[in-house]
């Protein structure tokens, strides 16, 4: 009798203890989830490129003083606990977990973390012209010019879409070039992929 009760009571006390842990677990799998839903971008992506002015927010499993939403500064470093600063701009968020796990490995044992662009601010094209709304236009991904100008309304009835310029800054240096919009959509030209941070400039 006396065994049967001591058995009960490790089982209970197995129980008070892996209770509210699994509590926890569900906690904070619930509030990562939150945070994907609110997201700009998907969750480590591999394909979008941080900039300066995003907002990110890295989660570090099981260390609640560690995950936070951090801006991304204009010299492209973000700050973090225990680890100071790390460079961010110019990676995708996969590239800049697996930097993170690396860093923190330091200090964490097995560090699961995730990162989330929770504003994507720096992925912008400037739109000016013969267009129904220039403007600025914030991107989320790739982008070609067949689907940026329907995000400015279109052409406007004076619109010349063979002689469209876009401005490019690369390696310091600006770039001009001519996009035949008639000839993307007809097949012969390859299609433009817009680049953060190019003018698009519609005669």
Not at 33 to 46: G, H, I, L, P
Request: with cysteine; aromatic share 6%; glycine share 6%.
């Amino acid at each position: 009798m006396k065994k049967t009760v001591m058995i009960i009571g490790v089982i209970w006390a197995i129980v008070l203890v892996l209770y509210p842990l699994a509590a926890y677990c569900q906690g904070e799998k619930e509030a990562l989830s939150r945070k994907q839903a609110q997201a700009e971008v998907q969750a480590d992506s591999s394909q979008y490129v941080i900039g300066p002015e995003d907002s990110l927010y890295i989660h570090v499993w099981k260390e609640e003083n560690l995950s936070r939403t951090v801006p991304v500064r204009i010299d492209g470093k973000i700050s973090l606990p225990l680890i100071d600063e790390i460079q961010a701009a110019g990676l995708t968020p996969l590239q800049l977990k697996q930097g993170l796990v690396k860093r923190f490995r330091e200090f964490v044992d097995i560090p699961n973390v995730s990162v989330i662009v929770m504003e994507a601010n720096s992925f912008k094209v400037f739109v000016s012209g013969e267009v129904k709304n220039p403007g600025v236009v914030r991107l989320r991904s790739e982008t070609s010019i067949l689907q940026l100008i329907p995000m400015v309304g279109g052409f406007s009835e004076w619109a010349n879409q063979r002689k469209i310029l876009v401005i490019r800054k690369e390696g310091g240096e600006e770039k001009r070039l001519r996009v035949n919009y008639k000839r993307i959509v007809a097949g012969k030209d390859p299609n433009f992929i817009m680049k953060s941070g190019d003018t698009v400039i519609v005669p």
